[in-house]
């Protein structure tokens, strides 16, 4: 039995600094007011007093959710999840779509570490992938 190949990828973002209200999803920190993940829980960010009432003062739910779409060259799709929104449709259309499109669908390994290679430029330590 022959494996299909990676036809396409796609990405879409909902919710985040572009939405009028916390839309939850893939990024669990846009929530709406008031909801128990934003409230007071020790960050990086709670050592500055203007920023130790919510993970939501200093920006954690800016991102969004990022929804990303593969499709096998067979019609089959799969999906997934996560917090980067509109910057990580960007990442994920522009730069990692070249690691996955044309891949057998089981190369995951390989893809896997040429995406975690190819961002390591982005944070320091592959922190995208």
């Not at 991102?63 to 960007?90: K, P, Y």
């Not at 390994?109 to 190819?118: P, T």
Request: charged share 20%; hydrophobic share 35%; with cysteine.
């Amino acid at each position: 039995m022959t494996l299909p190949k990676i036809k396409q990828v796609r990405a879409w973002f909902t919710g985040g600094a572009t939405a009028e209200k916390g839309a939850g999803g893939g990024d669990y920190h846009d929530q709406g007011a008031n909801h128990w993940i934003d409230d007071h829980i020790a960050t990086p960010m709670s050592k500055y007093r203007e920023y130790e009432q919510s993970r939501q003062s200093f920006g954690i739910n800016v991102l969004g959710t990022l929804i990303v779409e593969v499709e096998a060259e067979n019609g089959q799709t799969g999906f997934a999840v996560s917090t980067a929104g509109e910057m990580g449709c960007f990442i994920v259309e522009k730069h990692l779509n070249r690691f996955i499109e044309g891949k057998c669908v089981s190369d995951i390994k390989l893809i896997h570490d040429q995406m975690l290679n190819a961002t390591l430029y982005y944070s320091g330590s592959g922190g995208l992938v």
